[in-house]
């Protein structure tokens, strides 16, 4: 979570796509807020990566970890069609042989941020 947290706050979106290759489970579930089913499996999080119609950069406050979960703290701001948006997410990932296996976010404001991405 730290490697690919440096890689989107560098803006760095091909060193981002490589360490996702490399840390992202076959089998991942990604669990998005707005989304009422999560993408299941890396091959439908990658298509859907690829399908973006905006821009998010952040700053991370915090990660927190243990073997087997990691909280991410951050603030983020979208930018999409001529419009910006400043929240706050937490960001929690299960880990699995070493691999991000399942990850849900929330936020401090869910209705703005699901109406941003409609």
């Known amino acids: 979570v730290r490697r690919m947290t440096e890689a989107f706050e ?28 999560p993408r299941r499996g890396k091959a439908e ?22 073997e087997d979960h990691v909280i991410l703290l951050a603030d983020a701001t979208a930018t999409r069609g001529g419009k910006t948006l400043h929240y706050r997410v937490a960001e929690i990932y299960h880990v ?4 991000i296996s399942e990850r849900w976010a929330f ?6 941020i699901t ?3 409609a």
Request: proline share 0%; no cysteine; net charge negative.
């Open 45 to 66: 999080l990658r298509a859907a990566m690829g399908e973006v119609d905006y821009v998010i950069t952040g700053k991370t406050h915090d990660i927190i970890a243990n």
């Open 107 to 112: 936020s401090d404001d869910t209705a703005a």
């Open 96 to 99: 699995r042989n070493g691999k």
């Open 10 to 37: 560098s803006g760095d979106m091909a060193a981002m796509a490589a360490v996702g290759e490399e840390l992202v489970a076959d089998d991942v579930v990604w669990h998005e807020i707005g989304r009422a089913e």
């Open 115 to 117: 109406a941003f991405f």
